[in-house]
């Protein structure tokens, strides 16, 4: 015979007969909070995550078209029958430095850095923040200074970590996720009807983020004026940490500030972000926060056009807090492939919109820095208006110190310059 259980047994044979569905039904649930946690990240193609990558989409006139399949507009809009558009592009990143040829029609597909970055937030459940100065109406009106020039998307999980995203394309991405999608227009790469983003060469750069890395970019979007919007579900999904909804709940008004940040992230990038109210031109800043680096820089470069500066080019739109500038170089031609591209802003379809820059400092010292930015070198170096055009606006800047991608983006750019300042 079986031997009795005690009083006290048959309670406890009770309690867990009673509990236990609950109990795995609460350990169900936390696997599926630990999965839903996963950080965003720049990812290679779908599956694939890295620390960082950089694109460069090459123009219409020398890299016409894709380098592979037909195009598509998986995140919304109809493929336009564009006269010129170029979707092949050179990319680099933690995994492989050295930058080489892409395949494929840039972020039409989860096969390439710019398609797989986007898509986890599109079609995923995490926080973001879209901003952009240039989404004529939909879902934000187009505005002009003293809003920052700077575009973007940040992306952030229940914990914090995130990826941010820097692109330089007009109207993309204009919606966050595909619960809440543009009314109107297109929301795919070189899908969008009222605008061709794909004909002059464009930019874009993506990095891990942790919780304080996220902060700091918010405090640097801030700074910087960025267009956006916290009511419009398009453009924001708040949520995740207190200090950072408090953040995003700020964004979208111009600050008063008139002091540059400079903040060192966990990845050892160097974030800076300029206020709309400091009124100095853009690359001369950055060179000055760098110690007086001397920089090349390739921008949409059009009037009013910021000459070449030497060492000693006087600067009379300046700050002193931020020290003294080195040589700033324009470049308005460069090299993919053996094959001259330009780069210059309105030389269409062979024209540039991409803001990106090395340093050139050779010998003891150098500093092998790759600079993407969100700022024209437009404006003026000593007045009457030291608020035209980009001096009176704000914007961010991600300085890279890698020897590979310094040397990619070198050579990318390397070739004619414009016309020194006298």
């Known amino acids: 015979m079986r031997p009795k259980r005690s009083t006290s047994n048959q309670v406890r044979h009770f309690l867990l007969t009673l509990l236990?569905?609950?109990l795995?039904?609460?350990?169900?649930?936390?696997?599926?909070?630990?999965q839903s946690a996963s950080d965003p990240t720049p990812l290679l193609k779908s599956g694939q995550p890295v620390d960082w990558w950089f694109v460069f989409k090459l123009n219409a006139e020398t890299f016409p078209e894709c380098g592979g399949p037909v195009r598509a507009c998986p995140f919304g809009g109809t493929v336009q029958p564009y006269t010129h558009f170029s979707q092949q592009f050179a990319f680099a990143s933690s995994a492989n430095h050295t930058l080489q040829?892409?395949?494929g029609c840039v972020g039409d597909t989860t096969l390439d850095p710019l398609g797989a970055t986007f898509d986890q937030v599109y079609n995923g459940e995490f926080f973001y923040v879209l901003w952009n100065d240039q989404f004529y109406g939909d879902p934000l009106a187009t505005k002009g200074a003293p809003a920052g020039h700077s575009k973007g998307m940040l992306a952030w999980n229940n914990e914090g970590n995130g990826v941010v995203l820097q692109v330089s394309t007009p109207d993309w991405p204009g919606a966050g996720n595909s619960k809440s999608p543009r009314t109107r227009d297109g929301n795919t790469l070189g899908c969008i009807p009222s605008d061709n983003d794909v004909m002059v060469s464009q930019h874009f750069f993506s990095l891990k983020l942790n919780k304080d890395d996220v902060v700091a970019v918010l405090k640097a979007l801030e700074n910087a004026s960025i267009v956006t919007d916290p009511a419009k579900p398009q453009v924001v999904k708040n949520g995740g940490p207190a200090d950072i909804q408090d953040l995003v709940k700020g964004l979208g008004k111009v600050s008063k500030s008139t002091t540059a940040i400079k903040t060192t992230l966990s990845s050892k990038v160097v974030l800076i972000s300029k206020p709309s109210n400091l009124n100095v031109p853009p690359w001369q800043m950055v060179s000055a926060m760098l110690g007086g680096e001397p920089l090349r820089a390739a921008t949409w470069w059009t009037k009013p056009e910021i000459p070449t500066t030497t060492p000693t080019t006087k600067v009379g739109c300046?700050?002193?807090s931020l020290g003294k500038p080195g040589a700033v170089e324009i470049a308005t031609g460069g090299t993919w492939k053996d094959t001259a591209i330009g780069l210059e802003g309105m030389a269409e379809p062979n024209g540039n919109h991409a803001k990106i820059g090395v340093s050139t400092r050779t010998g003891a010292g150098a500093h092998p820095y790759a600079i993407f930015g969100d700022m024209n070198q437009q404006g003026s170096l000593s007045g009457p208006n030291c608020k035209s055009s980009q001096n009176g606006r704000g914007?961010?800047?991600y300085v890279v110190e890698d020897p590979q991608l310094?040397?990619?983006?070198r050579d990318l750019i390397k070739g004619a310059k414009g016309a020194t300042a006298k």
């Open 101 to 103: 040829q892409g395949s």
């Open 406 to 409: 310094f040397s990619g983006v």
């Open 395 to 397: 914007g961010l800047f």
């Open 318 to 320: 300046w700050d002193t």
């Open 24 to 34: 795995m039904m609460f350990s169900c649930l936390g696997s599926l909070a630990a």
């Open 20 to 22: 236990l569905p609950s």
